[in-house]
């Protein structure tokens, strides 16, 4: 076990001083799984306010009492009163020993204290039997566990996906008879639990627990218009289990939070756009309908305004169409423009997903290899005499020119000679050569113009074969 030195510190202070201090919940559970813990919790029976005698420089930051110590939360034992709002203890209670605060703690494996001396494991609930079979199980009464705290139910679901977990039977039962709970519970915390389980690599699966166990027709109901809603001859699966599908390949893949959320959204129109039965069937603007009611439901979690806007984004565009040789660079300009440039890798992550999804094997990686190249190619500027340090204007001040075809040759011959030797592309420099040029009879100019055309011409191709290798294609 693997205890960090200012962690032990605090705990050998703690009982220095004569009061008991052990380590509590997620990280023990996280040490007997030989997992390294995120935080580190602590538990004593000192009061706030002796906790900070110990720990001048500490602060105490909530109304359970907790001191935080450089990072390490130390809370008094509590025990907890009722609960009349199935959220909030009506008053927290602080409590003299250890086995009173781990009998007001969720889940056996969340109930386990470990001491300072980093031997004694304090496990009334058989927290640790419970990590070997992988189980989550209520402590106690499941039913009025439940009842005290409704998100619990969400927990549960949450801490399986994260931990691989199964959800003991008395447990899911109680979560499945008392589902409609959730509804007491803060969207706040909702969406804390659910975030955690969509980053988890079982969000698929979670997701489909929290349907099994009837928590989603109260937290997305609208995820479950889908279940069982065929779709085309495109398809194999139906709009609800492509959602799941895709939102699995996502999480394997290790795809961020907005390409998760977008992969088991993007479908979510489908259902009330449809038209039509069978292979036949239509699905017209679901990308427009299923971006709306993204945002709807992500308003309604709560999430912060610039995930909703990037999830809805990505829903909105998923659908673009794309076939090698069929679609032109405008159309391609297009994308970047209404997706916006910085989506653009998000949007392909989801339209992977989306195909993985669908039950075609592959991610269209060639077809989408292209796109990436054409992507690119548009969002370079191609080569032009606008990269040059001076312009027309400056020649025609200069020569006492009047504009004409003239111009455009010096500009030519200029750029011909920057894309050579890009250090000349310097005013001073380009001045000289442009009263150079000006004494060249008007068949040297025209035969020097169309050399630098040339020129510039092979730089272009070039540049393309290397955007082109990039993406190995042809
Ligand atoms: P994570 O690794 O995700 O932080 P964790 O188990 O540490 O998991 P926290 O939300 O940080 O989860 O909670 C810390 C501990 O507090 C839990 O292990 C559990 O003992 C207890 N706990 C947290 N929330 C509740 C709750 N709603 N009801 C009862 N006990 C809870
Ligand atoms: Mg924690």
Same mark, same amino acid.
């Given at each position: 076990?693997d205890?960090?030195?200012?962690?032990?510190?605090i705990?050998?202070?703690?009982?220095k001083?004569?009061?008991?201090?052990?380590?509590?919940g997620?990280?023990?559970?996280?040490l007997?799984?030989?997992?390294?813990?995120?935080?580190?919790?602590v538990?004593?029976d000192?009061v706030?306010?002796?906790?900070?005698k110990?720990?001048?420089?500490?602060?105490?930051?909530?109304e359970?009492?907790?001191?935080?110590?450089?990072?390490?939360?130390i809370t008094p034992?509590?025990?907890?009163?009722k609960?009349?709002?199935?959220r909030?203890?009506?008053?927290?209670?602080?409590?003299?020993?250890?086995e009173?605060?781990?009998a007001?703690?969720?889940f056996?494996i969340?109930?386990m204290?470990?001491?300072?001396?980093?031997?004694?494991?304090?496990d009334?609930?058989?927290?640790?039997?419970?990590?070997?079979?992988?189980?989550?199980?209520?402590?106690?009464?499941?039913?009025?566990?439940?009842?005290?705290?409704?998100?619990?139910m969400?927990?549960?679901v949450?801490?399986?996906?994260?931990?691989?977990?199964?959800?003991?039977?008395?447990t899911?039962?109680?979560?499945?008879k008392?589902?409609?709970?959730?509804?007491?519970?803060?969207?706040?915390?909702?969406?804390?639990?659910?975030?955690k389980?969509?980053?988890s690599?079982?969000?698929?699966?979670?997701?489909?627990?929290?349907?099994e166990?009837r928590?989603? @027709? !109260?937290? $997305?109901?609208? +995820?479950?218009?889908?279940? =069982?809603v /065929?779709? &085309?001859? %495109?398809?194999?699966?139906?709009?609800? @289990? !492509?959602? $799941?599908?895709? +939102?699995?390949y996502?999480? =394997?893949k /290790?795809? &961020?939070? %907005?390409?998760?959320?977008?992969s088991?959204? !993007?479908d $979510?129109?489908?259902?009330?756009t449809?038209?039509?039965k /069978?292979?036949?069937?239509?699905?017209?603007?679901h990308?427009l309908?299923?971006?709306r009611?993204?945002?709807?439901?992500?308003?309604?979690?709560?999430?912060?305004k610039?995930?909703i806007?990037?999830?809805?984004r990505?829903?909105?565009?998923?659908?673009?169409?794309?076939?090698v040789?069929e679609v032109?660079?405008s159309?391609v300009?297009?994308?970047?423009?209404?997706?916006?440039?910085?989506?653009i890798e998000?949007?392909?992550?989801?339209r992977?997903?989306?195909?993985?999804g669908?039950?075609?094997?592959?991610a269209?990686?060639?077809?989408?290899r292209?796109?990436?190249?054409?992507?690119?190619?548009?969002?370079?500027?191609p080569?032009?005499v606008?990269m040059?340090?001076?312009?027309?204007?400056d020649?025609?001040?200069?020569?006492?020119?009047?504009?004409g075809?003239?111009?455009?040759?010096?500009?030519?011959?200029?750029?011909?000679e920057?894309?050579?030797d890009?250090?000349?592309?310097d005013?001073?420099?380009?001045?000289?050569?442009?009263?150079?040029?000006n004494?060249?009879?008007e068949?040297?100019?025209?035969?020097?113009?169309?050399?630098?055309?040339?020129?510039?011409?092979?730089?272009?191709?070039?540049?393309?074969k290397?955007?082109?290798d990039?993406?190995w294609?042809?």
């Amino acid at each position: 076990m693997d205890i960090p030195d200012n962690v032990k510190k605090i705990l050998k202070k703690i009982k220095k001083e004569g009061w008991q201090a052990y380590l509590v919940g997620g990280c023990v559970r996280d040490l007997e799984m030989e997992k390294t813990p995120k935080d580190w919790d602590v538990a004593t029976d000192a009061v706030p306010e002796e906790i900070q005698k110990i720990f001048p420089e500490s602060f105490c930051n909530n109304e359970f009492g907790t001191v935080n110590v450089s990072g390490v939360e130390i809370t008094p034992f509590r025990t907890e009163e009722k609960y009349t709002d199935k959220r909030h203890p009506d008053k927290v209670k602080w409590s003299k020993n250890i086995e009173e605060d781990l009998a007001r703690r969720d889940f056996t494996i969340n109930a386990m204290a470990l001491g300072a001396d980093e031997k004694t494991i304090i496990d009334p609930y058989k927290g640790k039997e419970d990590i070997k079979r992988k189980i989550i199980r209520a402590v106690g009464s499941p039913e009025d566990r439940f009842e005290e705290d409704s998100l619990r139910m969400m927990r549960a679901v949450r801490i399986a996906s994260v931990l691989g977990f199964k959800i003991e039977p008395k447990t899911s039962s109680a979560i499945k008879k008392n589902s409609s709970w959730i509804t007491s519970v803060s969207k706040e915390r909702i969406r804390d639990e659910l975030s955690k389980a969509i980053m988890s690599e079982n969000a698929a699966p979670g997701i489909e627990l929290l349907r099994e166990l009837r928590l989603l @027709e !109260h937290i $997305i109901p609208e +995820l479950l218009e889908g279940y =069982k809603v /065929g779709q &085309n001859k %495109h398809h194999l699966y139906d709009c609800y @289990e !492509h959602s $799941i599908k895709s +939102l699995d390949y996502s999480a =394997k893949k /290790g795809f &961020n939070f %907005h390409v998760r959320m977008a992969s088991l959204m !993007h479908d $979510i129109g489908k259902p009330r756009t449809k038209q039509g039965k /069978g292979e036949k069937a239509t699905f017209y603007n679901h990308e427009l309908v299923g971006a709306r009611m993204t945002r709807e439901i992500m308003q309604r979690l709560k999430f912060p305004k610039k995930d909703i806007e990037k999830v809805e984004r990505l829903v909105r565009y998923h659908l673009f169409y794309y076939n090698v040789g069929e679609v032109s660079e405008s159309s391609v300009r297009r994308l970047l423009r209404n997706a916006g440039p910085e989506n653009i890798e998000e949007l392909l992550q989801v339209r992977y997903a989306d195909r993985v999804g669908s039950g075609c094997p592959k991610a269209e990686p060639y077809k989408l290899r292209h796109l990436k190249y054409l992507i690119d190619k548009v969002s370079k500027d191609p080569i032009s005499v606008k990269m040059l340090k001076v312009n027309g204007q400056d020649i025609m001040e200069m020569l006492s020119l009047k504009p004409g075809p003239a111009i455009g040759k010096i500009l030519d011959i200029l750029l011909g000679e920057v894309l050579k030797d890009p250090s000349k592309n310097d005013k001073d420099y380009l001045k000289k050569e442009i009263e150079r040029i000006n004494v060249l009879t008007e068949k040297e100019l025209d035969k020097k113009a169309e050399d630098a055309r040339k020129e510039i011409d092979q730089v272009q191709v070039k540049e393309d074969k290397m955007t082109k290798d990039k993406y190995w294609v042809t």
